[in-house]
Nanobody
C-alpha cells in the first residue's frame, strides 16, 4: 500500500489544521493507521492511532483533547484534525499503516510497514 500525507502548513498558536493520509494500492479498511511526528533534533513520537476493531488511542490527554483521528473508508483516507495548536506541536507528521500489527505495539514506529512521506506542521508563537 502507498501512503500520501498532506495538509501541513504554517499556523499561529491556537489555530487548526487537518492532515490527510490517502492510501492506494489495496483495500485500506482493515489496516491499523497511525500518525507520528518528529520535531527537529528529536526522535519520532507517536501521536494517535485508529484501529479497525479497537477504536482510537492518543498519546497524551492533551492530544486527546485537541486532536481527532478518523477514517473515511470510501475515500481510503485517514484524517488527523488538530485544534488549539501549540508551538510544541511543530514537526513533520507521518502516517503509517499495518495490517499485521499486534495491539501492544501500536505506539511503536518500528511496528509499521508502510509510511507516508511526511507533511510539515509549523506553529508560530
Amino acid at each position: 500500500v502507498q501512503l500520501q500525507a498532506s495538509g501541513g502548513g504554517l499556523v499561529q498558536t491556537g489555530g487548526s489544521l487537518r492532515l490527510s493520509c490517502a492510501a492506494s494500492g489495496r483495500t485500506f479498511r482493515s489496516y491499523t493507521v497511525a500518525w507520528f511526528r518528529q520535531a527537529p533534533g528529536k526522535e519520532r513520537e507517536f501521536v494517535a492511532v485508529i484501529r479497525p476493531s479497537f477504536g482510537t488511542i492518543y498519546d497524551t490527554d492533551s492530544m486527546k483533547e485537541r486532536f481527532t483521528i478518523s477514517r473515511d473508508n470510501a475515500k481510503n483516507t485517514i484524517y488527523l484534525q488538530m485544534n488549539s495548536l501549540k508551538p510544541e506541536d511543530t514537526g513533520a507528521y507521518y502516517c503509517a499503516a499495518s495490517n499485521t500489527i499486534i495491539q501492544s505495539s501500536v505506539r511503536y514506529h518500528f511496528a509499521y510497514a508502510y509510511w507516508g512521506q511526511g507533511t510539515l506542521v509549523t506553529v508560530s508563537s
